[in-house]
């Protein structure tokens, strides 16, 4: 769990973490900032065994180092990431778990909501039975997925060059380490909640997307191994994510305050 200025909502991101009905477990917590959380923690009552802390070397070195910071001081055998502003439903790792370690990763069906608890939308239509998704069709997604990976397919980690999409990059690695595919269940089991302080909503954050989407499209081109067939696929799939970047960016300077997932949800209605 990366955390950067996370005072007022990461007791009830760790209380999801830690109310798992897979109990064998450790959270981590990677400040990038000046906060104690063990002590915001301990206020709220939050006192657990299961709790790891650490932080980054300087504060604002980015999610993907601090990302990156927690998955090193972590111990167990899975990876999974969980934003400081979210919450996981309880069954999410016991569901997971076995898809993990059949594949190598697995996600649920993310359902995000506003920052007054109302259901904007899910990442992908609610089905019956788990889809395998490719690297395109993650790509695709206008909701980032939030996998459970085996540690073996972790490294490198996040690309720390990137300040915002970090994790785009770093799923599409994931998968592609994985054989190509990843199972992804048709439950909602997180909830990813849109803070108006949340680093993807600040204003102008669309232009960072920017700058973020034309270094993975760059990397992405730049392939070639002849594994990775789907590389043209993959590109055209993130030019067009650039695109509803600026297109997002319009809309959010003519309407200050607008979120990408409002955003999204108005364009598929």
Known sequence: MPAHAAGATIAAAVASALAQTWTRLEVVVAADDELDYRVVLAASGIRDPRLVF??????????????????AASAGDYLAPLDADDRWHPE????????????????????????????????????????MLDRSGLAALDCPLFPLIRRDLFAPGYDERLGVAEDVAANIAFIARAGGAMPVLAEPLTDYVQSPA???????SWRQF????????????????????????LLAVLVEKRERNRRFGAAAEAEPGLSFQDFAARQRS
């Open 210 to 233: 920017e700058a973020a989407y034309r270094r993975i499209i760059a990397d992405v081109a730049g392939e070639h191994s002849p594994s990775l067939a789907d590389a043209a696929r």
């Open 198 to 204: 949340s680093l993807c909503n600040r204003p102008g």
């Open 92 to 131: 999410k790792l016991a569901r997971l778990i076995p898809l993990a370690r059949r594949h190598g990763l697995a996600a649920d069906n993310v359902r995000t909501l506003s920052a007054a608890g109302e259901e904007i939308g899910t990442a992908l239509p609610r089905r019956t039975a788990p889809a």
């Open 54 to 71: 650490t932080r980054t070397e300087r504060p604002r070195s980015g999610p993907a180092r601090a990302r990156n910071q927690a998955a």
